[in-house]
C-alpha cells in the first residue's frame, strides 16, 4: 500500500508545489532548478486563472502562478500527456504573462520583468535531443549569445531520468528522483542532506491528510488515471491508424482524429472542461460542440 501521495496527480502537485504553508519547497525546487543562476528568497502566488483581454480571445489557466521578490513571475506547470502543440502553448503562456505587464500611458518605458516557465512532463517532446532538461532562452542564431533574459523555458521531460538514489549527486537530481519515485517510496530520501525534505516527507504522507482532504485526493486520483489511461490508449490507436495507412498524412490525420475521440471520451465521463482542453489541446468550443 502507498504510503506517499502521487505527485503527479493535480492535488499532489499542487499539494507540494501550490500552497502558502508549503512555499518553502516550491522556493527550494527552484532554486536548485536555477543553481549558480539566481536565489529566489519569497514567493507571491497569484491567480492561476488569465481571462483574454477581449472576449473572443483565449485565456489561459495555469497549474502554479507565482512572483518572487523581484517581480519575476513563474508559471510551474505538470503536463501528464502528450500534446502536438505543447511547445506553442508553453509559448502562449509565457507571452501572456509578458503582454499584461504593460501599462497605459506615456510613463511605462517596457521596463517587463522576466518570465520563467517550468514544464514538469510524463511524456517526449519530438525532434530535440533526448535529455531530461532543455532550457529554452532568446539568443543569437550565429554568436548564441543571450539576447534577452525576460524570456525562459525548462522543460523537464521525466521519461529520460533513470538515475539511482545513489547516482543522484546534485539537489536537481535529488528532487527528481523522489518526486518521479514518491509513489513507491517507503521513506524520503535525501533528508539528511536536504532539510527541506522533512517537511516534504509529512506534506506528501497520505496519513497527514484530513478525510475530505483523502477524499479530494482519490477524485484526483481517479481523474489522473482516466485520462491517463485515454491517453495511452488513444495514442496506440492513432498510431495503428498512422501505420495500417502508411502514410505521414493518414498518421497526423490519426493524431487528430484520436485528440477529438479522446476528449470526447473525457466529456462523457464528466471530466472539467478546463483539464479536457489541458490535455487534448481542444479549445472550450470546440469541446462543446462534442457529442
Known sequence: ??????????????????????????????????????????????????LPDFNEFRGAIYDIYCVNESGEHFIVEMQNGYQTYFRERALFYLSHIITRQGRPGGDWHFDVKAVYGVFFMNFCLDDIPHKLRTDVILAD???????????????????????????CNTNFDKWIY????????????????????KKLEKTVDLASMTPEERDRYEESIKV??????????????????????????????????????????????GLPLTLISKVSGLSAEEIEKLS
Open 141 to 167: 542564431r550565429e554568436t548564441h549569445e543571450q539576447f534577452s533574459d525576460k524570456l525562459r523555458f525548462i522543460f523537464i521531460e521525466l521519461p529520460y531520468f533513470h538515475k539511482r538514489e545513489d547516482e
Open 1 to 50: 500500500m502507498e504510503r506517499f501521495i502521487n505527485p503527479f496527480s493535480d492535488m499532489g502537485f499542487k499539494r507540494i508545489f501550490g500552497q502558502e504553508a508549503t512555499k518553502d519547497l516550491l522556493i527550494d525546487f527552484l532554486n536548485d532548478l536555477l543553481e549558480g543562476e539566481k536565489t529566489v528568497t519569497d514567493i507571491t502566488f497569484l491567480d492561476k486563472e488569465i
Open 178 to 197: 523522489t518526486l518521479k519515485n514518491m509513489e513507491t517510496l517507503k521513506t524520503i530520501p535525501f533528508k539528511d542532506r536536504k532539510k527541506v525534505f
Open 224 to 269: 489522473y488515471r482516466d485520462y491517463v489511461n485515454t491517453i495511452e490508449d488513444t495514442s496506440h490507436r492513432s498510431w495503428r491508424k498512422g501505420r495500417m495507412e502508411g502514410r505521414a498524412e493518414g498518421h497526423r490525420e490519426g493524431r487528430v482524429e484520436g485528440k477529438i475521440e479522446m476528449a470526447r471520451n473525457m466529456k462523457a465521463e
